[in-house]
Nanobody, 120 residues
Framework: QVQLVESGGGLVQPGGSLRLTCAGS????????MGWYRQAPGKERELIAE???????GYVDPVKGRFTISRDNSANTIYLQMNSLKPDDTAVYYC??????????????WGQGTQVTVSS
């Protein structure tokens, strides 16, 4: 099992920036692809950005060009740089990691989430 801890959320005005951090720890399995999800009130949790172990990145259209995901494999840490924030970006942001568990295969692991509020 891996433990993931998000930080960096908060209140920001439209057009502002935030940088989220997700620090992972695992003494059992290898961590593969990691990503950021978000969930706004009344909506399903959605994937917004992923990054593979070799640094391959993917984004959904609403955040493409504004958000950047990055990774430090030695620290099992990912980041999400969020620029030009909009009120529609308001959500709880969750870190996710795929972890290889012996005899079980790849399993999803989730952080507790960090609140991002974009408002004037």
């Amino acid at each position: 099992q891996v433990q993931l801890v998000e930080s960096g959320g908060g209140l920001v005005q439209p057009g502002g920036s935030l940088r989220l951090t997700c620090a992972g720890s695992s003494s059992i399995g290898d961590i593969g692809t990691m990503g950021w999800y978000r969930q706004a009130p009344g909506k399903e949790r959605e994937l917004i950005a992923e990054i593979t172990r070799d640094g391959g990145e993917g984004y959904v259209d609403p955040v493409k060009g504004r958000f950047t995901i990055s990774r430090d494999n030695s620290a099992n840490t990912i980041y999400l740089q969020m620029n030009s924030l909009k009120p529609d970006d308001t959500a709880v942001y969750y870190c996710n990691a795929l972890v290889w568990v012996t005899l079980r295969g790849w399993k999803d692991n989730w952080g507790q989430g960090t609140q991002v509020t974009v408002s004037s």
